[in-house]
């Protein structure tokens, strides 16, 4: 294994770290909102912030597992090429 390999996988945990907490921060985003549709008064303006809330929570909440589940297959990865063969 060279240094090259090295710093692509690196790059490659900083990048999923990065996208896992952007994602995690418009997935409290959504939640916010969520509660703040509650605080409304007008029937058409809740109706509206309340799926678009639902929808920003579901969008972000399955970029979360999904980049959390390549994160981890990226250090299966690596932690497979550490092993010596035999």
């Known amino acids: ?3 090259g390999d090295d710093n692509t996988k690196l790059f ?3 990048k999923y770290l ?11 985003f959504g939640i916010q909102v969520l509660l703040a549709a509650y605080e ?3 029937p058409f303006t809740f109706i509206m912030t309340f799926f678009a809330s639902n929808f920003i929570i579901l969008i972000s909440a399955t970029f979360v597992v999904v980049f959390a ?6 250090s299966k ?5 550490k092993q010596p063969d035999e």
Do not use: E, P, V, W
């Not at 990065?18 to 409290?28: K, T």
């Not at 589940?69 to 990226?74: E, G, M, P, Y």
């Not at 990865?77 to 090429?81: Q, V």
């Open 1 to 3: 294994m060279n240094a």
């Open 77 to 81: 990865k690596t932690s497979a090429d």
């Open 18 to 28: 990065a996208l896992i907490l952007l994602s995690g921060f418009f997935l409290i």
């Open 40 to 42: 409304m008064k007008d």
């Open 12 to 14: 490659g945990r900083i």
């Open 69 to 74: 589940i390549r994160f981890k297959s990226l």
